[in-house]
């Protein structure tokens, strides 16, 4: 479930040993499955470990994670890097905003993944977002800009040179194209 380099577990180990006795990292996820998921490492000590909470032995102390987390926490690593900028530790949980789901999966649901595990995050650097309205019975995805993508003048480019090109890839046989349901023209603009 989570891979945690062998530089992180020394980084561990040493910052335990200032701790009381038995205590342990706790691993999460806040809002997990959202837009706004954020992960976490914490101390967790022994009367904070709760009877569903899975333990995760690693050399030297567990981590510990509770159950709504878990599925989100899929293929998480956490690293603990030095550079010349310093020292810090890493977690990286590709799955923390969407649960991983498996390749048999329907349709809709992978098609969902990728823009909430893909597309978004980087459409979130212009705080832009799309959502997934549906998928029609000749293969298009509907798809609802929103954010700093509404009244954008290069939601064209976005659309068909980015977001269409990569969905039509990944999805190939499967999605025959994408189109935008968003009225970038309607009166007030969404994202103020």
Same mark, same amino acid.
Request: hydrophobic share 35%.
């Given at each position: ?12 180990v ?12 706790? @691993?999460? @996820? @806040? ?6 998921a ?5 101390y967790c ?18 981590? @510990?994670?509770?159950q709504e ?22 977690l ?5 905003k ?33 959502t ?58 969404s994202?103020?």
């Amino acid at each position: 479930m989570i891979n945690i380099s062998d530089t992180a577990q020394e980084h561990f180990v040493k910052l335990l040993k200032n701790q009381e006795d038995n205590t342990n990292i706790r @691993v999460f @996820v @806040v809002n997990p499955g959202t837009t706004t998921a954020e992960c976490g490492v914490s101390y967790c000590t022994q009367d904070a470990v709760e009877a569903t909470d899975i333990r995760l032995p690693f050399k030297g102390f567990d981590a @510990v994670v509770d159950q709504e987390s878990a599925p989100f926490l899929e293929e998480a690593q956490i690293d603990f890097v030095t550079d010349q900028m310093g020292s810090q530790l890493t977690l990286k949980a590709p799955n923390a905003k969407a649960r991983k789901i498996s390749d048999d999966a329907p349709l809709i649901e992978r098609v969902e993944y990728l823009i909430q595990t893909e597309i978004n995050p980087q459409l979130a650097n212009h705080n832009g977002q799309v959502t997934l309205t549906s998928i029609t019975d000749d293969g298009i995805a509907i798809l609802q800009f929103g954010g700093g993508c509404n009244g954008c003048s290069m939601v064209d480019v976005t659309l068909k040179d980015g977001i269409e090109k990569q969905m039509l890839e990944q999805f190939s046989g499967e999605l025959t194209g994408v189109r935008d349901a968003t009225e970038h023209a309607a009166g007030e603009h969404s994202y103020y």
